[in-house]
């Protein structure tokens, strides 16, 4: 079993920036598609930004091209999405996910992921 622990969320004003981290422990030894997820209220979970098994190839929403990005530390076994010049459509719950191998495709469902914290919070508002 792999353990999530997302932290870093918070209050904002539209254009400001915030750094989530995803902090893994258990069965951390990979590889594993790494991707965080957002629900905003009242909508389903959709996918934001990945990195592949692989530890190279990313993949990201379209909404946030060019404003976030996704990062990893091996040593310390967390999970980073640096988030630039939020706005308030960015309000949502992130989750960090994780899901076993290499994926090699756009965002999977969130419910088939192997492993799922318990979100942050992130507002955006003026």
């Known amino acids: 079993h792999v353990h999530l622990v997302e932290s870093g969320g918070g209050s904002v004003q539209p254009g400001d920036s915030l750094t989530l981290s995803c902090l893994a422990s258990?069965?951390?030894?990979?590889?594993?598609?790494m991707a965080w997820f957002r629900q905003a209220p009242g909508k389903d979970h959709e996918g934001v930004a990945a990195?592949?098994?692989?530890?190279?190839?990313?993949t990201y929403a379209k909404s946030v091209q060019g404003r976030f990005t996704i990062s990893k530390d091996n040593a310390r076994n967390t999970l980073y999405l640096q988030m630039n010049n939020l706005e308030p459509e960015d309000t949502a719950m992130y989750y960090c996910?994780?899901?076993?191998?290499?994926?090699?495709?756009?965002?999977?469902?969130?419910?088939?992921?192997?492993?799922w914290g318990k979100g942050t919070l992130v507002t955006v508002s003026s």
């Open positions: 258990g069965a951390t030894d990979g590889p594993f598609y």
């Open positions: 990195l592949d098994g692989d530890g190279i190839t990313t």
């Open positions: 996910a994780y899901l076993r191998g290499i994926y090699g495709g756009d965002f999977p469902n969130y419910g088939g992921m192997d492993y």
